[in-house]
T-cell receptor, first 112, second 111 residues
Framework: NAGVTQTPKFQVLKTGQSMTLQCAQD?????MSWYRQDPGMGLRLIHY???????DQGEVPNGYNVSRSTTEDFPLRLLSAAPSQTSVYFC???????????FGPGTRLLVL | SQQGEEDPQALSIQEGENATMNCSYK?????LQWYRQNSGRGLVHLIL?????REKHSGRLRVTLDTSKKSSSLLITASRAADTASYFC???????????FGKGTKLTVNP
């Protein structure tokens, strides 16, 4: 099992550009989530999904879109990148929000 | 807003000493989880304690939960340099599916 994979590992964007951060898991988990981590702020929940076709907003959803067309994939889209979105992004999956979360290695995003 | 808040923000100890970090939360929970993050890496699950449990052990880790005080503590006994990492607690609020993390405690174990 590959677990939770994230691509790319590192990305540089210019303000206004769009991109998609990919997240995939091969554990057949229903629950998937995206977090961003900034220095001194811990992890903040962006969006989460309790199953294919179902998504909901977390603590800091503005500027990000998600979709969940399959159980395996949960991409995060930045429609118009801003410098404030410079961060490290982590994807996680689990059976439910109440169980052990399995994290991907993260994507470092720099918006200039 | 973040549900859990860890205390202290940073902790520096010598190898062999015990390390204690605390987590306070605001509303009722189903369970509370502790995670560890080595610098720049993804988080790794350490232990989960359910709301009807008061104490749980895993190796050198001991977690307590006091629902009346809305707080939990993580004790690492006989610490090692390899325990140097950031430690986070995570909870869901009541019936919510949102799993939110605190800001973490940065532990440094000096050899």
């Amino acid at each position: 099992n590959a677990g939770v994979t994230q691509t790319p590992k590192f990305q540089v964007l210019k303000t206004g550009q769009s991109m998609t951060l990919q997240c995939a898991q091969d554990m057949n988990h229903e629950y998937m989530s995206w977090y961003r981590q900034d220095p001194g702020m811990g992890l903040r929940l962006i969006h989460y999904s309790v199953g294919a076709g179902i998504t909901d907003q977390g603590e800091v959803p503005n500027g990000y879109n998600v979709s969940r067309s399959t159980t395996e994939d949960f991409p995060l889209r930045l429609l118009s990148a801003a410098p404030s979105q410079t961060s490290v992004y982590f994807c996680a999956s689990s059976w439910t929000s109440q169980e052990t979360q399995y994290f991907g290695p993260g994507t470092r995003l720099l918006v200039l | 807003s973040q549900q859990g808040e860890e205390d202290p923000q940073a902790l520096s100890i010598q190898e062999g000493e015990n390390a204690t970090m605390n987590c306070s939360y605001k509303t009722s929970i189903n369970n509370l989880q502790w995670y560890r993050q080595n610098s720049g890496r993804g988080l790794v699950h350490l232990i989960l304690i359910r709301s009807n449990e008061r104490e749980k052990h895993s190796g050198r880790l001991r977690v307590t939960l006091d629902t009346s005080k809305k707080s939990s503590s993580l004790l690492i006994t006989a610490s090692r340099a390899a325990d140097t990492a950031s430690y986070f607690c995570a909870t869901t609020q009541g019936g919510s599916e949102k799993l939110v993390f605190g800001k973490g405690t940065k532990l440094t174990v000096n050899p």
